[in-house]
């Protein structure tokens, strides 16, 4: 199939505003008797939902938790990143729009980029409009911090609790629509197929988490902003409900899934302590700004009190290798290196399997220089979380921090419009590929969800109704009745499976498979001998799946046993898109292909595209189509951070 973006041409710094010009409208009185459907409550659904709603649209919104305000999004912490200059340090949209290109190692659509960029200044205006608390200097001025990649400070922030203060004034547009009806919330719901009719989107099918009830809702079009798909690998920094079940169901019924093999591994994560444990908890990146981060340079010293390890026996590897961004470099390059020292037999903690997984990341020099009052204001909510999970004191001995998979590339594909391969299929937030290229620069995902949500859905959404004749009765159509039949037939057959094993224990084993062969360093050989397991895995959970209680009530492993399900078959994609990209690119790193100083080696010659996978049958191999990406504005180099 070929693949049309739809991204304008012309001037860039224009292509938005031309391209909004060109939007059809649809006029006000009108608007209300389109049904749109948006899947999800988070920085991007919530969003979209609350504008569409304000813009008079007729809104339906789900989430599976209990309230739109516990979207995974409440998680985030450092901040979000906007091209206001505020600091006048030499930022600028085309800045921003730069370094995400550059950052997402030359694997993103300009356009998009661009307008995300160009976007991030009017989400900053919208939510201090609804109040969001944002850090302010004594001047009364918005503060901002820096964040990996970059060289100029553009991180808003609301202490280390951004993602919920984001939240907040998302969830209370949303409220204000759902108490003028023109939202209706449906908590508790989750998503388990798309209703696709003569090949365009037209509703979902529901399951009601606490009666099981299973519903059709259709509508004229269908917005996914249902996050990202990280707990593919089990342990990981995400919320335990996030899944790939929206987008990988959306996927078998004809949407394309773009890059799943660009998946994101955040530095600054307190280290796993065992084999039981079930989260990891993120540090967030703004540490970086002040913590240095160390390991002792003599392997004698790796169980010593780290306070007792002279200067001149630290190594500040990230200070030393790149100078220029120092304990700023992008993610990618942060947890690789701190995997080296941990493979060079240099990392501290106590070991697991064998490994000390543990770097020291140390904020001594930062409470000498600024005492210790204003690292407290700038950090404090983190250090207390750091402290209740490890038991240990940040002010007074260095933290220890690890690797782990956060954040995922990788999604659904869209046009420039946001549309997937599915006509009236829309996709924001996480589960869309769009924006962030191979490697996602921190605080930007906030901003492309916001941007999403708040400016280009509303837009191209839209223009997409403005071509259709509204509220066509769908209920009784018998795609609808299919669809409703084969959600229920799915459900009978894992609950009537009667093995032995619990959803989580599939998910688990899962999970260890792809961390280490498709996790931070990934070759041929490990990717080949993991899409041998993961089938032979996938088969065993079918014969010996255990799932207690009925399909007709609240049933936790009913739902986990769904999205595991779904996450066996996103698995083998993953590894395949892995195998497929013979080149390492931000968070893709295959061992083969380096450069001699161990940094990522692009082929750019080969593989400057999206991988856009095309479903064709449970038992057929994935198709590959591609998206070639030109670089008009910034011109692909090796990525330095020297
Ligand atoms: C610990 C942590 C810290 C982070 N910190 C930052 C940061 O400081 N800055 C930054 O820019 N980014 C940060 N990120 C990334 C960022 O938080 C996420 O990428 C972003 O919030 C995703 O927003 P979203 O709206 O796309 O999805 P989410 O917030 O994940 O929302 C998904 C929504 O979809 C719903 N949903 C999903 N599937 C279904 C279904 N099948 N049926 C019904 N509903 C469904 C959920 O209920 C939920 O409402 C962080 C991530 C983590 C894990």
Same mark, same amino acid.
């Given at each position: 199939?070929?693949?049309?973006?739809?991204?304008?041409?012309?001037?860039?710094?224009?292509?938005?505003?031309?391209a909004?010009?060109?939007?059809?409208?649809?006029?006000?009185?009108?608007?209300?008797?389109?049904?749109v +459907?948006?899947?999800?409550?988070?920085?991007?659904?919530?969003?979209?939902? !609350?504008?569409?709603?304000?813009?008079?649209?007729?809104?339906?919104?789900?989430?599976?938790?209990?309230?739109?305000?516990?979207?995974?999004?409440?998680?985030?912490?450092?901040? +979000?990143? !906007?091209?206001?200059?505020?600091?006048?340090?030499?930022?600028?949209?085309?800045?921003?729009?730069?370094?995400?290109?550059?950052?997402?190692?030359?694997?993103?659509?300009?356009?998009?980029?661009?307008?995300?960029?160009?976007?991030?200044?009017?989400?900053?205006?919208?939510?201090?409009?609804?109040?969001?608390?944002?850090?302010?200097e004594?001047?009364?001025?918005?503060?901002?911090?820096?964040?990996?990649?970059?060289?100029?400070?553009?991180?808003?922030?609301?202490?280390?609790?951004?993602?919920?203060?984001?939240?907040?004034? /998302?969830?209370?547009?949303?409220?204000?629509?759902?108490?003028?009806?023109?939202?209706? &919330?449906?908590?508790?719901?989750?998503?388990?197929?798309? +209703?696709?009719?003569?090949?365009?989107?037209?509703g979902?099918?529901t399951?009601?988490?606490?009666?099981?009830k299973?519903?059709?809702?259709? /509508?004229?079009?269908?917005?996914?902003?249902?996050?990202?798909?990280?707990?593919?690998?089990?342990?990981?920094?995400? /919320?335990?409900?996030?899944?790939?079940?929206?987008?990988?169901?959306?996927?078998?019924?004809?949407?394309?899934?773009?890059?799943?093999?660009?998946?994101?591994?955040?530095?600054?994560?307190?280290?796993?302590?065992?084999d039981?444990?079930?989260?990891?908890?993120?540090?967030?990146?703004?540490?970086?700004?002040?913590?240095?981060?160390?390991?002792?340079?003599?392997?004698?010293?790796?169980?010593?009190?780290?306070?007792?390890?002279?200067?001149?026996?630290?190594?500040?590897?990230?200070?030393?290798?790149?100078?220029?961004?120092?304990?700023?470099?992008?993610?990618?390059i942060?947890?690789?290196r701190?995997?080296?020292?941990?493979?060079?037999?240099?990392?501290?903690?106590?070991?697991?399997?064998?490994?000390?997984?543990?770097?020291?990341?140390?904020?001594?020099? !930062?409470?000498?220089?600024?005492?210790?009052?204003?690292? !407290?204001?700038?950090?404090?909510?983190?250090?207390?979380?750091y402290?209740?999970?490890?038991?240990?004191?940040?002010?007074?001995?260095?933290?220890? &921090?690890?690797?782990? +998979?956060?954040?995922?590339?990788?999604?659904?594909?869209?046009?420039?419009?946001?549309?997937?391969?599915?006509?009236?299929?829309?996709?924001?937030?996480?589960?869309?590929?769009?924006?962030?290229?191979?490697?996602?620069?921190?605080?930007?995902?906030? &901003?492309?969800?916001?941007?999403?949500?708040?400016?280009?859905?509303?837009?191209?959404?839209?223009?997409?109704? /403005?071509?259709?004749?509204?509220?066509?009765?769908?209920?009784?159509?018998?795609?609808?009745?299919?669809?409703?039949?084969?959600?229920?037939?799915?459900?009978?057959?894992?609950?009537?499976?009667?093995?032995?094993?619990?959803?989580?224990?599939?998910?688990?084993?899962?999970?260890?498979?792809?961390?280490?062969?498709?996790? &931070?360093?990934?070759?041929?050989?490990?990717?080949?001998?993991?899409?041998?397991?993961?089938?032979?895995?996938?088969?065993?959970?079918?014969?010996?799946l255990?799932?207690?209680?009925?399909g007709?009530?609240?049933?936790?492993?009913?739902?986990?046993?769904?999205?595991?399900?779904?996450?066996?078959?996103?698995?083998?994609?993953?590894?395949?898109?892995?195998?497929?990209r013979?080149?390492?690119?931000?968070?893709?790193?295959?061992?083969?292909?380096?450069?001699?100083?161990?940094?990522?080696?692009?082929?750019?010659?080969?593989?400057?595209?999206?991988?856009?996978?095309?479903?064709?049958?449970?038992?057929?191999?994935?198709?590959?189509?591609?998206?070639?990406?030109?670089?008009?504005?910034?011109?692909?180099?090796?990525?330095?951070?020297?």
């Open positions: 199939m070929q693949l049309d973006a739809r991204a304008p041409t012309g001037p860039i710094e224009q292509r938005w505003s031309e909004r010009f060109k939007s059809k409208l649809v006029n006000p009185a009108n608007r209300r008797k389109y049904k +459907i948006v899947v999800g409550s988070g920085l991007a659904g919530g969003a979209a939902a !609350a504008t569409l709603g304000e813009l008079g649209y007729n809104v339906s919104c789900f989430c599976y938790q209990d309230s739109p305000r516990r979207a995974h999004s409440i998680a985030a912490q450092g901040g +979000i990143n !906007a091209a206001k200059n505020y600091q006048n340090d030499g930022d600028s949209v085309y800045r921003l729009f730069y370094d995400t290109v550059k950052g997402g190692d030359f694997r993103s659509r300009e356009s998009n980029v661009y307008r995300l960029a160009e976007l991030s200044v009017n989400i900053i205006d919208q939510c201090v409009a609804q109040g969001v608390p944002f850090a302010r004594y001047s009364g001025l918005l503060g901002n911090r820096s964040f990996g990649g970059a060289q100029v400070a553009r991180t808003f922030y609301a202490r280390g609790q951004t993602g919920q203060q984001l939240l907040l004034g /998302a969830y209370q547009s949303l409220s204000k629509q759902i108490e003028a009806r023109t939202v209706k &919330m449906h908590p508790r719901t989750e998503m388990l197929d798309l +209703i696709v009719i003569d090949g365009v989107a037209r979902i099918v399951r009601d988490l606490v009666t099981g299973i519903v059709a809702h259709t /509508a004229d079009v269908v917005v996914l902003c249902s996050g990202g798909y990280g707990n593919l690998f089990y342990l990981s920094t995400n /919320a335990k409900g996030c899944n790939t079940t929206a987008t990988w169901r959306s996927h078998r019924r004809g949407a394309f899934f773009a890059n799943p093999c660009f998946t994101q591994i955040h530095p600054t994560c307190i280290p796993q302590s065992g039981y444990q079930s989260k990891l908890t993120l540090m967030s990146e703004s540490l970086r700004n002040d913590g240095r981060v160390w390991v002792p340079k003599n392997v004698a010293d790796l169980d010593k009190d780290p306070k007792s390890i002279p200067e001149s026996d630290r190594d500040y590897y990230l200070e030393r290798l790149y100078p220029s961004f120092g304990n700023l470099v992008p993610r990618d942060a947890s690789r701190a995997k080296d020292m941990c493979d060079q037999g240099k990392g501290v903690g106590p070991e697991v399997a064998g490994v000390r997984r543990g770097v020291y990341l140390d904020f001594g020099d !930062a409470v000498k220089r600024l005492g210790r009052d204003t690292v !407290a204001e700038r950090y404090d909510n983190l250090f207390q979380m402290e209740r999970i490890t038991g240990e004191n940040p002010y007074e001995v260095p933290m220890r &921090m690890y690797p782990a +998979i956060h954040y995922t590339m990788g999604g659904l594909w869209v046009d420039y419009n946001l549309m997937s391969t599915i006509t009236g299929l829309f996709v924001g937030g996480e589960a869309n590929f769009s924006d962030h290229g191979a490697n996602r620069l921190g605080a930007s995902a906030l &901003m492309q969800g916001l941007a999403d949500g708040y400016f280009v859905l509303p837009v191209t959404v839209a223009n997409y109704l /403005a071509g259709l004749k509204p509220g066509e009765a769908l209920d009784s159509h018998p795609e609808v009745k299919r669809t409703v039949a084969e959600v229920e037939e799915r459900i009978k057959m894992l609950l009537s499976i009667g093995g032995k094993r619990t959803p989580d224990s599939f998910h688990r084993e899962l999970g260890a498979l792809m961390w280490d062969y498709c996790g &931070m360093a990934r070759t041929a050989d490990g990717l080949k001998f993991a899409l041998g397991k993961i089938p032979e895995l996938r088969d065993e959970f079918y014969k010996d255990s799932i207690v209680g009925s007709e009530e609240l049933n936790q492993m009913l739902e986990k046993a769904g999205r595991v399900a779904d996450f066996f078959e996103l698995a083998e994609l993953t590894c395949r898109d892995a195998l497929d013979e080149e390492s690119a931000g968070g893709h790193f295959r061992e083969e292909h380096q450069t001699e100083e161990g940094e990522a080696k692009r082929n750019d010659e080969a593989f400057s595209y999206v991988a856009a996978w095309e479903f064709t049958g449970a038992t057929n191999a994935p198709k590959l189509n591609k998206e070639p990406l030109d670089f008009e504005y910034v011109h692909p180099s090796q990525r330095s951070y020297k």
